[in-house]
């Protein structure tokens, strides 16, 4: 059954019933016409009663009658009426309570369409107490109800949410938008319908965002967010990502629908965390992970196409002196003014990174690459040549480069990294300040290096390791004074392996300290021998201590430890120290030569004159001994100017007390020439050659001359430093800070 009910609350409602074939309609005139069809209905009753009456045994005598006809019409008005009355009874009373609940939620819903507010409208849904048309009618007003708060709740979420919704037709043009555009992009509400999309994005981005709203599928979302630089009011561009559902054919919406944020922030953070991740935050240069990254890809790139690349590894040679001269901060300027100079110095392809420290890299690409890599080493080392001018003090920059080409490394199979270092390696132990390229000769170099190292490791627990002894002479007199112990290395395959090759491998790994520690007992047992034996007693033992052991926490430890495992007493062991010591801390370094000095030892500054020389520490810090570098002592007798220097010294040592020893005396001259500058003792191949106790020592306090087969004792050993010629053409002063451990004297 169709109804149409009309209310005060809003226009007539055609409502369908679950019985239209009826073809019932109830409209406003429900009760006159129920009054005509029931009243009619009793007055047809009244007229087809008389014979009705006949045939149910009234004699038509009486049925026939006109009063009788007439009471029955008057009987059938009068149920007709009663069942009207009874009707509208009923059924308007349910009408009124109908009506009532319609005018109430119609109020309610025309208020919450003005505030939005919808809290109310569950409240006022209709009861259904019946399924009846009526009941029918109730129902389906309170589903109408329900799909309007539905869009009114839809309506006001998209309206209210933080994204931007976005609908474009096919053409691309703006037929719909949120009110959230102001706040995204600064536009009024509805001011940018009509207008084209595209005009929003960025030049750069507008042909990938293009192409990305094509493929999307018809009525599926895109498979991930479209991430590009939207056109604020104000003129800036907004980074943010828009999600794209195609609904073009969709009849509710006939468009793209693109949902937009702001994602600026977000990248702004995200590129705060790249370059945090990615680039050196002193330099503001790439970082050793990002260098990583830009290698891989030239390596692929010569994989796949051939293309040729070279490798700079830059290490600065005197960043920790700078540091303890202008402090961490000028150390900082000048790696800040490096790095500038640096890039000065290379192309706008090339790349420099900071990969630690005082280490930098640069990658080189392209067909010339491998023929630009030289030149532009000698650019960098021209441009650092110039004086840097922190706190008031000029700086001279100074480094040692290692340059590799993809060709060398490809012949030899090591990476490029590894080969730049290597070739760096070569280039500081060859006097710094210089580049070297790298070479096939190298790697077989540095994997024998690296052997050389792994079976140090185990020499000492092999006791692969001996002593051998080199006599201080006193040159007044000729007799022993002491001996000055030098570390050997007897290994099983390679035989005795000179102090040069193993020492600084030492160094640098940190073996140095436990090896030094064994010297240190080694010795002090062997002079602790001496003294029962010898006629008269007192005759030391030096031992060297390098720069990294002296550095070590534990070496009063170990100096007192091998005293008392020994019972020699201190003052008959002496510790030299180079001078390169005096470029690390020198407030930490006079406290613990002050704190050596209250355990006994006596000190002895080494190869004066080749490293940091300074008259001031010369005074300030305890030495006994000062040990005149063989530099000064070669050909003594006839060089004016080594003559000049070595009386300077001897004159500077008498002055303040300290001990003379001369190093490297190989001749007679030279001898003669000592003992008359004043110089109380020596060590040299003329005087003696270092080795094993048993064979230097026998009798400590005899004379050398009185030796049997002088000359003999302590002979050379094939493979050893000691091998060169007594007076080698081309020798020259050591690089400054070599641990004396690898010198003969």
């Known amino acids: 059954m169709t109804a149409q009910l009309q209310t005060s609350a809003g226009p007539t409602t055609e409502l369908e019933s679950p019985a239209p074939g009826r073809g019932f309609r109830l409209t406003a005139r429900v009760f006159w016409d129920l009054a005509i069809y029931m009243v009619g209905l009793g ?59 319609l005018r109430r939620v119609a109020e309610t819903v025309a208020q919450a369409g003005r505030t939005g507010d919808w809290s109310a409208s569950r409240s006022a849904r209709i009861q259904v107490d019946s399924d009846d048309q009526l009941g029918s009618t109730a129902q389906a007003f309170n589903s109408l109800l329900d799909a309007l708060e539905a869009g009114q709740h839809f309506r006001s979420l998209i309206r209210n949410a933080s994204d931007v919704i976005t609908i474009v037709d096919a053409a691309g043009r703006i037929t719909y938008q949120t009110p959230s555009v102001g ?19 960025h030049p750069d981005d507008v042909d990938a965002f293009t192409d990305q709203i094509a493929e999307s599928s018809i009525g599926m979302p895109a498979p991930a967010p479209i991430g590009c630089r939207m056109r604020h009011r104000n003129g800036s561009w907004r980074w943010t990502e828009t999600v794209v559902n195609n609904l073009l054919h969709d009849p509710a919406v006939g468009g793209v629908v693109l949902s937009t944020r702001d994602v600026s922030d977000r990248r702004d953070l995200e590129e705060r965390l790249r370059t945090q991740a990615f680039y050196d935050p002193l330099t503001q240069l790439p ?74 890299a640069v990658l080189l690409t392209g067909p ?12 960098i080392l021209a441009a650092l040549t110039q004086p840097v001018l922190i706190d008031d003090s000029f700086i001279q920059p100074a480094a040692s480069l290692g340059v590799s080409t993809s060709t060398a490394c490809e012949s030899s199979g090591i990476g490029m990294l590894r080969a730049a270092d290597v070739a760096l390696s070569i280039a500081k132990s060859s006097g710094k300040g210089r580049y070297e390229a790298f070479q096939p000769r190298h790697h077989a170099a540095q994997l024998d290096r690296e052997r050389l190292q792994a079976d140090l490791e185990h020499a000492l627990d092999e006791e692969q390791l001996v002593l051998h002894y080199q006599p201080l002479v006193n040159l007044g007199s000729g007799r022993i004074d002491g001996y000055e112990a030098l570390l050997r290395w007897q290994h099983p395959e390679r035989g005795l392996v000179p102090p040069g090759d193993f020492i600084p491998l030492a160094e640098a790994s940190g073996l140095i300290v436990p090896l030094g520690r064994w010297v240190l007992r080694e010795a002090t047992r062997q002079a602790a021998t001496w003294q029962q034996s010898a006629e008269p007693v007192g005759i030391h033992v030096s031992v060297n201590v390098s720069v990294r052991q002296f550095l070590h926490p534990d070496l009063l430890h170990d100096v007192a430890d091998a005293l008392h495992r020994s019972a020699l007493p201190a003052h008959l062991l002496t510790l030299e120290i180079t001078e390169s010591l005096f470029a690390s801390d020198t407030s930490a370094v006079t406290q613990k030569l002050e704190r050596l000095k209250d355990v006994g030892v006596r000190l002895a500054l080494d190869d004066f004159g080749t490293g940091y020389s300074s008259l001031s520490y010369l005074r300030r810090f305890p030495f006994d001994i000062l040990k005149i570098d063989k530099s000064f002592i070669e050909d003594i007798d006839v060089n004016r100017q080594n003559q000049a220097v ?17 190093e490297g005396i190989e001749t007679p001259g030279e001898l003669r020439s000592l003992e008359n500058l004043g110089v109380h003792l020596g060590q040299g191949f003329h005087l003696g050659r270092p080795g094993p106790a048993a064979l230097v020592c026998p009798q400590p306090g005899m004379r050398p001359t009185d030796r049997r087969n002088p000359g003999s004792v302590g002979a050379p050993m094939r493979g050893h430093v000691d091998d060169a010629p007594p007076r080698p053409m081309t020798a020259r002063p050591p690089v400054p800070g070599r641990p004396r451990h690898a010198a003969d004297g």
């Open 43 to 101: 007055l047809v009753v009244g007229l087809v009663f008389p014979p009705f009456a006949t045939a149910l045994g009234v004699p038509s005598v009486h049925a026939e009658r006109m009063w009788f006809r007439a009471a029955c019409l008057i009987a059938g008005f009068l149920v007709g009426a009663l069942s009207y009355a009874i009707c509208r009874w009923v059924v308007g009373g349910r009408l009124a309570v109908l009506s009532a609940h």
């Open 183 to 201: 706040w995204v992009l600064g536009y009024p509400p509805g001011a940018l319908v009509g207008t084209d999309l595209h005009a929003l994005i």
């Open 287 to 360: 970082n050793r992970t990002l260098f990583l990254e830009r290698l891989r890809a030239a390596e692929e790139a010569l994989d796949l196409h051939g293309t040729p690349m070279s490798l700079l590894y830059l290490d600065m040679d005197n960043l920790k002196a700078v540091n303890d001269n202008v402090g961490h901060e000028g150390g900082d300027r000048l790696l800040q003014v490096v790095s500038a100079r640096i890039l000065d110095c290379l192309r706008p392809a090339d790349v420099l990174a900071r990969l630690e420290g005082d280490e930098f």
């Open 368 to 379: 010339a690459s491998e023929r630009e890599a030289p030149r532009t080493a000698e650019r």
């Open 646 to 662: 070595a009386s300077a010294i001897v004159t500077l040592g008498q002055t303040l007390g300290l001990g003379l020893v001369a």
